[in-house]
């Protein structure tokens, strides 16, 4: 289950939130939906901390906390794999741009750190061409992380 929404299959869940606020209840779903799944503490331990950065990242970078902007998050999650796409209405970003947290001059710099923490725990992290699209990939059968992202 690499890429559900370019085969055309329907998302297995479907949430629309703006705020904040609402981020903690889209999480619960999301997570929720994975242990009904069968994924392991471990698992849903990286998804829930990943689904955090990504969710809140929306609402506070790519929307701005513009109150009138949406936060889409589209989930493909089975047995097999949860994968869920989170799109805001915000400009994007560059990913590559995003500084290397590990790097002795941003040691001190709280930016960057989230990104870092979504590669480690999920199989695949990628990013549309615009980057206000990003989906996360876990698959059970691949507890680390593939670092030949494509």
Same mark, same amino acid.
């Given at each position: 289950?690499?890429?559900? #929404? #370019?085969?055309?299959?329907? $998302?297995? /869940? %479907?949430?629309?939130?703006?705020?904040? !606020? !609402? *981020?903690?209840?889209?999480?619960?779903?999301?997570?929720? #939906? /994975?242990? %009904?799944?069968?994924?392991?503490?471990?698992?849903?331990?990286?998804?829930?901390?990943?689904?955090?950065?990504?969710?809140? @990242?929306?609402?506070?970078?790519?929307?701005?906390? +513009?109150?009138?902007?949406?936060?889409?998050?589209?989930?493909?999650?089975? !047995?097999?794999?949860? *994968?869920?796409?989170?799109?805001?209405?915000? !400009?994007?970003?560059? $990913?590559?741009?995003?500084?290397? /947290?590990?790097? +002795?001059? @941003?040691?001190?710099?709280?930016?960057?750190?989230?990104?870092?923490?979504?590669?480690?725990?999920?199989?695949?992290?990628?990013? @549309? #061409?615009?980057? @206000?699209? *990003?989906?996360?990939?876990?698959? %059970? +059968? /691949? $507890?680390?992380? *593939?670092?030949?992202?494509?």
């Amino acid at each position: 289950m690499d890429d559900p #929404a #370019a085969s055309g299959r329907p $998302p297995t /869940c %479907r949430l629309v939130f703006q705020s904040l !606020e !609402e *981020v903690p209840g889209v999480m619960s779903q999301l997570v929720d #939906a /994975c242990k %009904r799944q069968g994924f392991d503490r471990r698992a849903v331990f990286g998804l829930a901390l990943s689904l955090e950065e990504v969710l809140t @990242n929306a609402v506070r970078h790519g929307n701005r906390k +513009d109150p009138e902007k949406r936060v889409v998050v589209e989930g493909w999650i089975d !047995e097999t794999a949860a *994968v869920i796409a989170v799109e805001d209405e915000g !400009e994007g970003f560059v $990913p590559e741009e995003v500084p290397d /947290c590990t790097a +002795d001059e @941003n040691l001190l710099r709280p930016h960057g750190r989230g990104v870092m923490l979504m590669h480690a725990y999920m199989t695949h992290v990628r990013y @549309n #061409a615009r980057g @206000n699209r *990003v989906t996360l990939i876990k698959r %059970r +059968d /691949c $507890p680390r992380p *593939v670092l030949d992202d494509d």
